[in-house]
């Protein structure tokens, strides 16, 4: 992975850069999910965490980096080259990728609220009704649900909008645009100060968390939640003994809890969210990368190492900030939240607000990694539409920056709803529902991948090949399996938002189809939209477009040698004949042919 000499075509990583961007798989998920784990299943958690990582992830982060490598295109490229008429399950990942983007924005700014909530929003415990009734966990979710979303009684009563998390919001949407204005090979200059500044920050954490535990108020016992006919009650007790059962139940070694297929799931959609295995982050990544096999070997290895290693650590950093119960029942909705999303802004709050510095490492480290983690993700779904958008408007706004301006004031504008009062509601509904059917778009995905990994010219044996993609395949459908059980045993059964099933009547019904459109629309529109797309390019009559959509290009491919020459990759549209200005898809630059235009050159 050595420097890559100036010249035409994607720019390449460095070792030490793509190190930095590596960090991106910690994100919002590793480091706020991987402690809940560690503290819901005690330590032993890990053992499930890396057996799902070393059989699975493995061969499905080889493949799709090695085939960014091989063709130097964005996943929509690539689909688009190797089986045009599956190009639309590309497009349904990339529109998965957005809408959890969005919501993304939303749990990002509400870690940028917390940064400074110890400072400047101190809240009147006295002033609460049931004050004296409170016990010192119900205080974070008193201020979280009462004093932060102002939450109204259910997703129909939309409420007022809360002006500082619109302000959250538009800050974070501000510094997305200005991380994925320029172009992608900008990453790696981004992730060189947003990675080490996070880890900094967490690192204050760390030591001053086990060199000097955070201070207890004498009005906040801790408490062990007891569930007693259904309803939820306080049992109080003193620090000494809440600190004994702490480390019993984290440290503690017993298998007991991995019998249950729930930490062996909840460690598998870890994986797939963090990693980005089926979002398009891992071929882009390829991209920057030299096509032999001991550079594909080296970057697998490291991004393994920069994922499995710092979430631990960021666990164990957060471990004397967590209280036992942290995130059982405290919020009645937090099984609907990103898991981990509660122990962060609930059960740590709680002690880590009497240090209100340190509490800002801690909120604005996390907001950094996820931040890192959204604009990878929002440059290969910007990075793909701008090159699919017709000529007319890139001779109109001639500037990425422009276009990816308006993309993220959109965005913005898509996200207003969440800063209402409701908002919350409507956040679980999408986060409830979303992926619910993604075990489709990974088995469609096999397909087109596995064609492109075996169809190399210039690998090194067919049996290697073979044997590769044969442990690709067989592991995207033991994860799609897997899923399914999981959808159908713990997740379909149960409804999104319903607070009172007594009191919620027939309304429960509308939210369940809203829901389910947002698990259905964005699968059946993006195939749609690609099967069309496929069939109208080509010429000749229907039958024909169809059987040329199903047929892939044959591709000259980067040989194995430790220089390399793909930069020649063909082109994933065929440029309209009839046109006076025709369109040539270069990686991240669109070449417009016109003697009428000023400039040769539009970057996009």
């Not at 999910?33 to 080889?62: E, G, N």
């Not at 920057?288 to 001991?294: D, G």
């Not at 020459?565 to 070449?591: A, G, H, M, R, Y």
Request: hydrophobic share 45%; net charge neutral.
């Amino acid at each position: 992975m050595e420097a890559a000499p100036n010249g035409p075509g994607i720019p390449k990583w460095n070792t030490f850069n793509y190190g930095m961007v590596c960090f991106y798989s910690i994100g919002l998920h590793a480091s706020i999910s991987l402690p809940y784990y560690l503290v819901k299943y005690s330590v032993t958690y890990l053992l499930a965490h890396y057996i799902i990582l070393l059989s699975f992830c493995v061969p499905i982060c080889y493949v799709q980096i090695k085939l960014g490598a091989i063709y130097r295109q964005n996943i929509l490229g690539i689909y688009s080259l190797l089986v045009p008429i599956l190009k639309g399950c590309a497009i349904t990942i990339l529109i998965l990728s957005y809408i959890r983007s969005l919501t993304g924005s939303l749990e990002l700014s509400y870690c940028l609220y917390y940064a400074f909530a110890s400072f400047f929003s101190p809240y009147d415990e006295s002033s609460h009704p049931n004050h004296s009734e409170m016990s010192g966990h119900q205080r974070p979710i008193v201020f979280f649900k009462e004093y932060f979303l102002q939450i109204s009684d259910g997703l129909s009563e939309e409420g007022n909008m809360v002006w500082y998390l619109a302000i959250a919001l538009l800050v974070t949407w501000f510094l997305l645009f200005m991380c994925t204005a320029k172009e992608p090979s900008f990453m790696n200059k981004l992730a060189f100060v947003l990675s080490p500044t996070a880890l900094i920050l967490l690192l204050v954490v760390l030591v001053y968390g086990w060199v000097a535990p955070p201070p207890v108020a004498p009005s906040e016992p801790f408490g062990s939640l007891v569930e007693v006919n259904g309803s939820f009650s306080y049992h109080e007790k003193n620090i000494d003994e809440e600190q004994e059962d702490q480390e019993l139940g984290v440290w503690s070694l017993s298998l007991a809890k991995l019998y249950s297929p729930q930490p062996w799931m909840n460690a598998l959609i870890l994986h797939i969210y963090s990693l980005g295995l089926w979002s398009g982050v891992l071929p882009t990544i390829g991209a920057h990368l030299y096509n032999n096999k001991t550079t594909i070997v080296r970057a697998n290895v490291i991004l393994f190492l920069v994922y499995g290693l710092v979430p631990v650590v960021f666990g164990i950093a957060f471990i004397p900030f967590i209280s036992t119960n942290s995130n059982y029942g405290m919020f009645e909705y937090g099984e609907k939240l990103k898991p981990g999303l509660g122990l962060l802004l609930l059960g740590m709050f709680g002690k880590i607000r009497h240090v209100p510095g340190i509490a800002m490492c801690l909120y604005l480290g996390v907001y950094l990694l996820g931040m890192l983690h959204m604009v990878l993700h929002l440059t290969v779904i910007w990075e793909a539409l701008l090159c699919s958008l017709p000529t007319c408007i890139l001779q109109f706004f001639r500037r990425r920056s422009t276009l990816v301006a308006i993309l993220s004031f959109l965005s913005f504008i898509l996200c207003i709803p969440y800063s209402f009062q409701s908002g919350v509601y409507l956040y679980m509904l999408v986060n409830s529902y979303l992926d619910r059917l993604i075990f489709t778009v990974i088995i469609v995905s096999i397909v087109p991948t596995v064609i492109g990994y075996i169809k190399q010219n210039l690998m090194y044996l067919l049996l290697e090949r073979a044997l590769m993609s044969l442990w690709y395949g067989a592991s995207s459908l033991v994860i799609a399996a897997m899923l399914i059980y999981y959808f159908a045993v713990y997740v379909y059964p149960f409804p999104a938002t319903i607070r009172d099933p007594k009191a919620e009547g027939a309304s429960s019904d509308d939210r369940q189809c809203l829901g389910w459109f947002v698990a259905v629309g964005p699968i059946i529109f993006g195939f749609i939209l690609g099967a069309f797309h496929a069939v109208y390019t080509e010429k000749g009559s229907f039958t024909e477009r169809c059987i040329r959509a199903l047929k892939s290009d044959s591709l000259q491919t980067a040989d194995s040698s430790e220089y390399d020459v793909s930069d020649k990759t063909p082109q994933t549209t065929s440029s309209k004949s009839n046109s006076d200005v025709t369109l040539s898809k270069i990686e991240t630059e669109v070449v417009i042919d016109n003697q009428d235009l000023s400039s040769d050159l539009v970057k996009v």
